[in-house]
């Protein structure tokens, strides 16, 4: 018995999650400046930002 599967051809992978998407980080987050906290968080996001559309 053969399997054959069929081989799309796409110039990129297809994405996990769509465009758009948004989750929480499940870290802390600091940005320093100088060795001093500048801004710190728990609650940062993840965004996936939307495809470009170069025809518009």
């Given amino acids: 018995m ?3 599967m069929a081989v799309e051809s796409v110039p990129h ?3 996990v999650v769509p465009a ?3 989750e929480p980080v ?3 987050i600091r940005g ?4 001093v906290v500048a801004f ?3 609650r ?3 965004v996936l930002p ?3 559309d170069s025809t518009a």
């Fill in 2 to 4: 053969t399997t054959t």
């Fill in 13 to 15: 992978p297809s994405l």
């Fill in 20 to 22: 758009g998407h948004v």
């Fill in 26 to 28: 499940p870290r802390r």
């Fill in 32 to 35: 320093l400046i100088g060795g």
């Fill in 40 to 42: 710190g968080t728990r």
């Fill in 44 to 46: 940062a996001l993840y």
């Fill in 50 to 52: 939307t495809p470009y």
